[in-house]
């Protein structure tokens, strides 16, 4: 009973600290998502990462308007020795700094004390892509004269295509594909419209899908959704996630392939074939074209590996 009282006044105390003391971090989420226009899940993740500063700074009886320079780094540190990847620890930073920037400009303080903060080296591990005939073994993988098989193959045709997010190629509209254009519309990350162009091969598996197995799918279903199931619901990124490790293992291909492997592939080989950094920019959805250069040291060490394999004095 009296380590219940005991403890019972640091609860209280530690609630107020996180829930009232730190309004700043409310008003900046209100901001992000009313005049930024996030989406929901861009503002669960600055959400997520934000609250773990603050209970970070309430235990040292800080406020997130009053942090030091050195308590920010302190809670990087905490990070790094949780485990944390360079990666994970990077958008940790750019949460942060999205924040005191806000503060700053809205004169609830005078100076940044994240404006020195040092982001970790990313991307150590280089994203993993398919070669051109792993691709070729994959896009062989699903059965095209039964109807899942053919819209599997629909699916993993498309998202080679365009580098779609798994939750843009499953979100996709049958409005939202113009086949005489060759052009899909997609929402990406803060609700960003944008067009991306669709290949040939993606188009004719994507019309022999809809114009042949569609309706035996959906059966007395109805969807606008694209991609559906036989509940008449869209495909899940759960369920494409299973598809796409299943026929991974049919193709024979010895590495583990998620949507985001697709992706990567769709924008190496892009770069391959002499595509310029800035229209990969567009087509990837990315907002700041930092993101988009990591596709540049995948070129280099590519090419790197092709020197001393094949250069006589490699």
């Not at 780094?73 to 005191?100: E, K, N, T, W």
């Not at 944008?194 to 309706?215: C, D, K, M």
């Not at 969807?223 to 996630?241: C, D, K, P």
């Not at 024979?252 to 310029?276: C, M, N, Y």
Request: hydrophobic residues 40%.
């Amino acid at each position: 009973m009296q380590g219940c009282q005991a403890r019972a006044p640091q609860a209280v105390r530690y609630d107020w600290l996180v829930g009232r003391a730190d309004s700043s971090l409310q008003e900046f989420l209100a901001y992000a998502s009313v005049e930024k226009g996030l989406s929901a899940n861009s503002i669960a993740a600055y959400r997520r990462d934000l609250t773990r500063l603050s209970e970070f700074l309430a235990r040292r009886d800080a406020r997130v308007s009053g942090a030091s320079n050195a308590e920010l780094r302190g809670f990087l540190d905490g990070l790094y020795g949780a485990g944390l990847s360079a990666r994970s620890v990077a958008r940790y930073i750019s949460s942060i700094r999205s924040l005191y920037r806000y503060l700053v400009d809205q004169g609830r303080i005078v100076e940044d004390p994240s404006a020195n903060l040092a982001s970790p080296g990313q991307w150590k591990t280089l994203p993993k892509f398919l070669t051109y005939d792993e691709v070729d073994q994959l896009l062989a993988a699903p059965p095209p004269e039964t109807p899942l098989g053919s819209r599997d193959l629909a699916m993993l045709q498309l998202l080679y295509a365009t580098g779609l997010r798994v939750s843009e190629l499953v979100a996709v509209r049958l409005s939202d594909l113009d086949s005489k254009t060759g052009i899909v519309r997609t929402v990406g990350k803060g609700d960003k419209t944008r067009l991306v162009p669709v290949g040939r091969t993606a188009l004719e598996a994507i019309e022999s899908y809809v114009e042949r197995h569609r309706r035996t799918i959906l059966k007395n279903a109805s969807s606008e959704y694209l991609f559906v199931t036989s509940l008449g619901r869209s495909m899940s990124r759960q369920a494409f996630w299973k598809l796409l490790r299943k026929y991974g293992l049919v193709a024979g291909i010895d590495k583990r392939i998620t949507p985001h492997v697709l992706r990567h592939s769709f924008a190496t080989h892009l770069l391959e074939r002499g595509a310029d950094l800035r229209s990969l920019q567009l087509m990837l959805g990315h907002a700041d074209i930092s993101t988009t250069q990591i596709y540049t040291h995948v070129l280099r060490s590519r090419m790197r590996k092709i020197y001393d394999s094949y250069h006589p004095r490699g």
